[in-house]
């Protein structure tokens, strides 16, 4: 069944709004236009309504070298079922009290508030993570919490949902926390034909400690990688080794689990049990097999060994994601 969308009023979609501010970055409103702006009647689901708004409906600068212009007000963000600010144009600077009662309007009316990157900044001014967990892109973080002490602030993570209020990392953690909007709305299955469209995994591994500091070093031997994960994908039902992937992608396991923990940010035995417990979604959505043939189908040797990893990664066990998320 799916989950029931945010309450509404009226009979119209659920409607979705979009800061845009002067000085703003156009990568998160894209995320954000790309996975509610676009129509998508080939999933058969009511979509969403997106509007962009900004405090003023003058041309607005865009990062970039050009300018672009909102069709409404806050006004319109304040009466949205979510609200999503994608950033902030000064992290150290105040927030406007226009944009603070509007984002304390919607909070009060009931809607979804979600932030990306340093919008994080926002929804606090407007005190909506009061007591609440969040997080923001790495490098703001301590600065988030400075500004804001009431605010338990977790650098770790690509996004923290409290339910009401949703919070992501930087830029692209953006789009893992979307994706998580959708499967909340709408259920797995759409979730997953969504992220392939966007040519992203439906749930990614890992939090931001990856990214904090780290070089970026090209990779060699991406292709090898490649091939060992493709391998792995099609005999997750046998158990695998990291001498088997690392064979496969003709390395020595040392080489092997430097290069995979680079290019994914997590080790191949991790990896593999994450596909693992992927693969068992869809067939505890659609089909009636007890619980233990489908953890030995994706490869757990045994049901506790499933339930475990499960609970781990869904924070549910396998019977009560079938009850919520099965047809």
């Known amino acids: ?93 105040p927030v406007s009290a226009a944009l603070v009662s509007a984002l304390r309007q919607a909070h009060a009316r009931g809607a979804r508030m979600v932030s990306i990157c340093s919008g994080a900044f926002a929804l606090a001014a407007a005190g909506l993570l009061d007591g609440r967990a969040a997080t923001t892109h790495w490098k703001y973080a301590e600065l988030l919490q400075e500004r804001y002490p009431a605010v338990a602030v977790n650098p770790s993570v690509l996004y923290v949902d409290e339910g009401d209020v949703l919070t992501s990392a930087g830029s692209a953690a953006g789009l893992d926390l979307l994706v998580h909007l959708v499967r909340n709305d709408h259920g797995p299955n759409v979730a997953n034909a969504v992220a392939r469209r966007l040519v992203i995994p439906p749930h990614r591994e890992g939090g931001q400690a990856q990214f904090i500091q780290a070089a970026v070093t090209p990779v060699e031997d991406d292709d090898a990688v490649a091939r060992a994960m493709s391998w792995a994908l099609d005999n997750l039902a046998r158990p695998i080794s990291v001498a088997e992937l690392a064979g496969v992608a003709h390395m020595s396991e040392r080489s092997f689990i430097r290069h995979f923990n680079r290019q994914t940010g997590t080790s191949p035995l991790r990896w593999v049990i994450s596909q693992r417990v992927a693969a068992s979604l869809p067939m505890l959505e659609s089909t009636g097999a007890p619980v233990e043939e489908i953890g030995a189908a994706v490869g757990f040797e045994s049901p506790v060994t499933f339930r475990h990893h499960f609970t781990r990664a869904m924070r549910t066990s396998p019977s009560a994601y079938r009850r919520a998320f099965s047809a």
């Open 1 to 93: 069944m799916l989950l029931p969308l945010p309450a509404h009023h009226g009979g119209h979609n659920h409607r979705v709004g979009v800061l845009a501010f002067d000085g703003m970055a156009p990568f998160e409103l894209g995320c954000v236009v790309e996975l509610f702006g676009l129509p998508r009647p080939e999933l058969d689901v009511p979509w969403y309504d997106l509007t962009v708004c900004a405090e003023t409906l003058e041309p607005l600068r865009v990062v970039g070298g050009f300018s672009m212009q909102a069709a409404h007000g806050l006004d319109v963000l304040a009466e949205a079922d979510t609200v999503i600010v994608p950033g902030v144009a000064d992290v150290r600077g």
